[in-house]
């Protein structure tokens, strides 16, 4: 199956979303029976209802009109314009406003499962199979809203609802993001035009960005979804503390953990996610889309998850160059036997280059502070850097060429140069000093020297 087809089926053509105004409050006593109360929050009361003349089944939020030129004007009328603009399957959606001259009443989809921390604080926890069908869908939802330019700014539990009743048996939750009051649609094409100042939502659920003041953009949602996950794996959440100030130090001084015993039974492809999700700094953080792509979401947790970005993926490389470098030295000294006699270049002093030198090849203790540089010097195929800022060109040996034999240490004491033994000739002390895990003469220079394709300059 096609996952990101399945996804993109779930954005929905838009339709009208009927505003009327009305004379008064009871009118709307005469389209709709109202049931029972399904919950409560700081803007109104929410109740089930019956659509009489179609017998169809609503949640209608009732809203005392706010004092004209307040906060929850502005809040309210913003989350009406948000989700009249939105239709996805997990999204509410929104089926007609009216208005009074005291009430707002806000029509939607009716959920009868409640919130998540309602179904959390029943189950304790969730399997890994349901977080992920939660998580998969959230971020569907969220990908919709970012490509519209829409940011959320308060995901938590309990503005994601439930659509129907959850079985103890049934993995699958069908989830709705509600609550839009908080939510901003940027004006530019691109985030970074629209950067976002004010602090706003849940301190638990904040991104340390929103906290700091400096500006954030939508991947504070990113953040969002991944205390969101947290929480769903383990009912706990995977920081705290009782002020903004003293929850951003917490974050920005220790990485997440997973000290809980639940963790035990969780992948480790989840754990990873979780990292890259709840990194402080945004430009290290994945994208709801990248989350989508994740092997964790796709259901193949035997992939290794791929560094978001290219510093990390160089890291990475460099760390597995020197984990299986014994089987890299082995393989060069074995090959060398079919090479042809080459001029060897001049020792590269170490003070050269302190964090990365020309033998780091053959130098595990090589720290992961360096991998930048190592990787860049990997990568500089063919050219060594020699004491006075020069350099050192390949060079291919053709039938009218004639090698030259490098000075040795002694040449520099005024002492006359005595003859280099040819490289097959030196090849079995360097296999010996190779396999007992010792340091090639200073007179040598592995792997500068291999010819790499590029085009010979004079020197």
């Keep these: 199956m096609n996952l990101m087809s399945a996804w993109t089926s779930k954005e929905t053509l838009k339709k009208d979303v009927l505003d009327v105004r009305l004379e008064n409050d009871t009118d709307l006593r005469e389209i709709y029976e109202f049931g029972m109360k399904l919950g409560q929050g700081s803007f109104g009361v929410v109740y089930e209802a019956t659509h009489i003349e179609r017998q169809t089944k609503w949640a209608i939020k009732e809203v005392c009109r706010p004092a004209p030129g307040s906060s929850k004007v502005v809040m309210v009328d913003n989350e009406i314009e948000i989700l009249k603009q939105v239709n996805h399957a997990h999204i509410i959606r929104l089926q007609a406003v009216y208005r009074t001259a005291t009430m707002i009443y806000l029509v939607t989809e009716l959920c009868k499962g409640g919130d998540l921390r309602q179904l959390l604080q029943r189950k304790k926890f969730f399997t890994e199979d349901e977080t992920r069908n939660i998580i998969c869908s959230l971020a569907d939802a969220v990908v919709y809203l970012h490509r519209r330019a829409i940011v959320h700014r308060d995901l938590k539990l309990e503005n994601i609802l439930v659509k129907n009743s959850v079985n103890e048996d049934d993995s699958s939750i069908d989830i709705k993001v509600?609550?839009?009051?908080?939510?901003?649609?940027?004006?530019?094409?691109?985030?970074?035009?629209?950067?976002?100042?004010?602090a706003c939502g849940t301190l638990i659920y904040m991104a340390p960005e929103m906290m700091s003041d400096h500006g954030y953009s939508h991947l504070c949602d990113v953040w969002s979804i991944g205390v969101v996950m947290y929480m769903l794996l383990c009912g706990e959440p995977p920081f705290t503390s009782k002020t903004k100030t003293?929850?951003?130090?917490?974050?920005?001084?220790?990485?997440?953990?997973?000290?809980?015993?639940?963790?035990?039974?969780?992948?480790?492809?989840?754990?990873?996610?979780?990292?890259?999700?709840?990194?402080?700094?945004?430009?290290?953080?994945?994208?709801?889309?990248?989350?989508?792509?994740?092997?964790?979401?796709?259901?193949?947790?035997?992939?290794?998850?791929?560094?978001?970005?290219?510093?990390?993926?160089?890291?990475?490389?460099?760390?597995?160059?020197?984990?299986?470098?014994?089987?890299?030295?082995?393989?060069?000294?074995?090959?060398?036997?079919?090479?042809?006699?080459?001029?060897?270049?001049?020792?590269?002093?170490?003070?050269?280059?302190?964090?990365?030198?020309?033998?780091?090849?053959?130098?595990?203790?090589?720290?992961?502070?360096?991998?930048?540089?190592?990787?860049?010097?990997?990568?500089?195929?063919?050219?060594?850097?020699?004491?006075?800022?020069?350099?050192?060109?390949?060079?291919?040996?053709?039938?009218?060429?004639?090698?030259?034999?490098?000075?040795?240490?002694?040449?520099?004491?005024?002492?006359?140069?005595?003859?280099?033994?040819?490289?097959?000739?030196?090849?079995?002390?360097?296999?010996?000093?190779?396999?007992?895990?010792?340091?090639?003469?200073?007179?040598?220079?592995?792997?500068?020297?291999?010819?790499?394709?590029?085009?010979?300059?004079?020197?």
């Design 178 to 198: 509600t609550d839009f009051g908080l939510s901003v649609k940027t004006g530019g094409a691109y985030f970074f035009e629209n950067m976002m100042t004010e």
């Design 246 to 459: 003293l929850l951003l130090k917490e974050i920005v001084k220790k990485e997440v953990r997973f000290p809980q015993p639940i963790w035990a039974t969780v992948s480790d492809a989840a754990k990873n996610l979780l990292t890259r999700l709840l990194k402080v700094d945004p430009a290290y953080r994945m994208s709801a889309n990248q989350l989508l792509e994740n092997p964790w979401i796709t259901g193949d947790t035997n992939v290794p998850a791929v560094p978001p970005n290219v510093f990390e993926m160089m890291c990475h490389y460099v760390e597995q160059e020197e984990k299986t470098q014994p089987l890299a030295v082995s393989s060069l000294t074995s090959s060398e036997d079919t090479l042809e006699p080459f001029p060897i270049p001049p020792a590269v002093s170490p003070e050269t280059n302190s964090n990365c030198s020309s033998n780091a090849k053959h130098r595990p203790e090589t720290n992961s502070s360096s991998c930048a540089s190592s990787a860049s010097s990997k990568l500089y195929h063919g050219t060594k850097a020699n004491k006075s800022g020069g350099t050192v060109q390949d060079r291919r040996m053709n039938s009218s060429d004639t090698p030259r034999q490098p000075p040795t240490t002694q040449s520099h004491a005024g002492v006359k140069p005595s003859a280099q033994p040819s490289v097959k000739q030196r090849r079995p002390q360097d296999k010996k000093d190779f396999s007992r895990g010792q340091k090639p003469p200073a007179d040598s220079t592995p792997l500068g020297w291999i010819y790499t394709g590029y085009p010979e300059t004079s020197e």
